[in-house]
């Protein structure tokens, strides 16, 4: 089981970037995936999520109406659009597959991508 994060970068604040999170291997379809973020010094903490099942979909507060998590199922891949972007967004992005519980919780997730930057300048 392998995740790959990609699309990070840097990109002025009220931009927008694009994460994805491809998935190989065994194929999870049970549940779904979700993002985090973590900067140095801080815990890694809950950003979006997607129910691959029934398309259900949870956010941070820090984040609802500016992130949108998807996914195509056929591409075993899971995407994160972010808008309007801030500089405290700033950080690693990592994905994770989800295994049942608290969507919110990290310790509810396995199988955690290898994390991508994103920075946001002022």
């Known amino acids: 089981v392998q995740l790959q994060a990609s699309g990070g970068g840097l990109v002025q604040a009220g931009g927008s970037l694009r994460l994805s999170c491809e998935a190989s291997?065994?194929?999870?379809?049970?549940?779904?995936m979700g993002w985090f973020r973590q900067t140095p010094g801080k815990e890694r903490e809950f950003v979006a999520a997607?129910?691959?099942?029934?398309?259900?979909?949870y956010y941070a507060d820090s984040v609802q109406g500016r992130f949108t998590v998807s996914s195509d199922n056929a591409k075993n891949t899971t995407y994160l659009q972010m808008n309007s972007l801030k500089p405290e967004d700033t950080a690693v992005y990592y994905c994770?597959?989800?295994?049942?519980?608290?969507?919110?919780?990290?310790?509810?997730?396995?199988?955690w991508g290898q994390g991508t930057l994103v920075t946001v300048s002022s």
């Open positions: 994770a597959v989800f295994r049942g519980g608290n969507w919110y919780s990290k310790y509810n997730y396995n199988y």
């Open positions: 291997g065994r194929t999870f379809r049970r549940y779904g």
């Open positions: 997607i129910n691959w099942s029934v398309g259900s979909t």
